[in-house]
């Protein structure tokens, strides 16, 4: 055969890695095991140092601080009780609104509703909506959301007034339209994790109930939904977590008033809002303080995070093991 | 179908049609009107918004803007050139910072050695980060740089998108890499190539595209963030690089910040210009946008 002759006359274009190559490979490796590490230190340092400059405040100010309710610099009182419930509520009324129409979404965009072309379209508005700036949303719904929905807020203000919910009239910022522009910027998160749970969900199941002659929504209410639950649960919790933290919106949308109120229209405040507005002013006696509250919400929103990651784990072995 | 068969020797033709008023199908036509209905009200927040921007930022779009620095309230006119400079120097840190450590971190995880303990517990950290409120990031940048070096600064504002960069370059990097076919790898392992030359020659240039991808969305997501920079890169109204020499450790300007600031002022002009920017700054975010499904769709 002349082609190998040649071959092995030639330059050879196989054989064992020389010295400088082990050198080469083992230095290689090692950096990447230290960047791996480094993914680890980074969270790790990110709890050290909120933590540990929250120390002084702790010790100060104790479990005291979840639970006051007035933030006065002058006084030196603090107490972050009302930016925990706006942040809470805040988040609630995002994900009922949200999810309904994040998990709507995806339902339609799984079970047929559409041919791809238009499924498509759907899908890049979805992917759209997700990637514009939260300070564009802030912007936008400071102009556009709060004149749109001010004059419907004071007719429900008027009529039903003695609803909790519509107590007091809307000033401008408040509740509502900072829940609204929330509840627009985690659809696109619950959307794109339930249509993956949705996806997850064998082929046979749904083709059983139809050849049991379901119509198309009661193969999805009655199977298709309580299969990708887990799924679908774990997509809520995802985009409660991303509301959660979500601060520029809220900074610009929520009127950063220190108060307890059921009110849908009522200005609040959240955590993240909280430490936005006040970080940049802060002097040397504040910054543990806000470091307290920056403390509590990363607590809070890693909590949930976590409890959103495990579920999907969880859901995604089920459905593996299913099939 | 013959005579024969039991089913169908009394009726031909079976009727399998359902009855469109019988509640059942009633229900499920209404629900799918339903459906409908819910997608396209999904849809309008973003129409809503795309015409804002270009309906009340688009007739300011000149060459003034990304020339000249920002207006004091009652002057007319101005720009936001220092805005643009500074967020691309942010942003240019921050990749610096993510891009080289999110990748090698990432051929740990998904080349060398994807099912130890270590990649495991990195995975589980990346995965922690994604959820990460982005002003968290501003806290923790604040906390290690700014109290460090007593000042406000570009790299501050590095250190924290840095931090939200990371996670989704190192987990689409690490997508990409287990896509890459074992028996390409194996003909390299074959030839007698050491586990970092497969790296190098087979398994990095194969997954580029994909590792691309997860770069440009998180350089679309940082070049949005705001809260972040509050209180890292604070604001200026001056230009980065003045009189040729640039001073890395002083307050930076940035689209993001420009836009929370003016949206608080109560002058005409600079809301006008605050509109303007937010359709730069999202005309910006889409491009990186449209790169990334670009690079994404040249698959292997």
Request: neutral net charge; proline residues 5%.
């Amino acid at each position: 055969m002349k082609v190998f002759e040649e071959a092995l006359t030639g330059e050879e274009i196989s054989g064992p890695p020389s010295k400088s190559d082990y050198l080469m490979d083992r230095s290689f490796r090692g950096i990447a095991m230290v960047c791996a590490w480094f993914i680890i230190g980074v969270v790790g340092l990110l709890l050290w140092e909120i933590g540990y400059k929250a120390i002084p405040a702790i010790r100060e100010y104790h479990l005291g601080f979840l639970t006051g309710t007035t933030w006065d610099v002058n006084k030196q009182v603090f107490g972050i009780l009302p930016e925990i419930w706006g942040t809470l509520y805040s988040s609630f009324l995002a994900l009922a609104i949200g999810g309904f129409f994040g998990v709507s979404m995806a339902i339609f965009l799984t079970q047929d509703f559409l041919p791809a072309r238009l499924a498509l379209v759907f899908r890049t508005i979805v992917d759209l909506l997700a990637a514009i700036p939260s300070v564009v949303y802030g912007f936008w719904g400071i102009f556009i959301v709060v004149p749109f929905i001010r004059p419907v807020a004071d007719w429900l203000n008027a009529e039903f007034g003695w609803i909790p919910f519509f107590s007091t009239t809307l000033s401008g910022p408040g509740m509502l339209p900072a829940s609204l522009v929330l509840a627009i910027m985690i659809l696109p998160t619950i959307a794109a994790v339930s249509q993956d749970a949705l996806r997850q969900v064998p082929y046979r199941i749904k083709e059983a109930a139809f050849g049991l002659g379901a119509t198309r929504w009661e193969a999805i209410l009655k199977v298709i939904l309580p299969t990708a639950s887990a799924g679908i649960f774990g997509a809520l919790v995802l985009g409660f977590g991303r509301a959660l933290g979500e601060t520029m919106a809220l900074a610009m949308l929520v009127g950063n008033s220190n108060q307890l109120s059921l009110s849908l229209f009522s200005p609040g405040n959240t955590l993240a809002a909280l430490l936005a507005l006040n970080f940049p002013e802060a002097g040397e006696r504040e910054i543990p303080i806000l470091m307290y509250a920056a403390l509590v919400l990363l607590l809070i929103t890693l909590a949930v995070n976590m409890i959103g990651t495990a579920i999907m784990s969880l859901s995604s072995r089920q459905m593996r093991s299913g099939k | 179908m013959s005579a024969q068969d039991p089913l169908f020797t009394e009726n031909e033709n079976p009727n399998l049609q359902r009855s469109l008023v019988e509640p059942r199908a009633l229900l499920s036509t209404i629900l799918s009107g339903a459906a409908w209905i819910a997608a396209m009200f999904a849809s309008i927040p973003l129409f809503s918004v795309l015409y804002g921007l270009i309906v009340r930022g688009g007739h300011r779009l000149s060459l003034e803007v990304f020339t000249e620095l920002p207006p004091a309230g009652f002057e007319e006119g101005g720009g936001f050139g220092n805005a643009i400079v500074g967020t691309l120097v942010t942003v240019g840190i921050g990749a610096l910072i993510s891009i080289p450590f999110g990748i090698m971190a990432a051929i740990f995880l998904g080349e060398l050695e994807p099912n130890g303990k270590v990649a495991y517990a990195a995975r589980f950290c990346a995965k922690t980060l994604t959820g990460l409120p982005s002003i968290l990031a501003g806290v923790f940048a604040y906390a290690m740089v700014v109290l460090t070096t007593g000042t406000y600064s570009a790299p501050a504002a590095g250190v924290a998108l840095a931090l939200l960069m990371l996670p989704t370059v190192v987990l689409t990097a690490e997508e990409a890499m287990r896509m890459v076919s074992a028996p390409m790898k194996n003909a390299a392992y074959g030839m007698g190539c050491t586990r970092s030359q497969v790296v190098w020659k087979i398994v990095l240039p194969t997954a580029l595209p994909g590792i691309l991808t997860g770069v440009m969305l998180a350089v679309a997501r940082a070049a949005g963030e705001t809260a972040p920079l509050l209180f890292t890169a604070l604001f200026s109204s001056y230009w980065f690089v003045e009189n040729g020499k640039a001073d890395l450790m002083t307050p930076i300007a940035s689209l993001s910040v420009l836009i929370y600031n003016f949206s608080g002022m109560p002058y005409d002009n600079q809301i006008e210009l605050a509109w303007t920017a937010s359709l730069v700054l999202v005309m910006l975010v889409l491009l990186f946008n449209i790169l990334a499904r670009v690079l994404g769709r040249k698959k292997v």
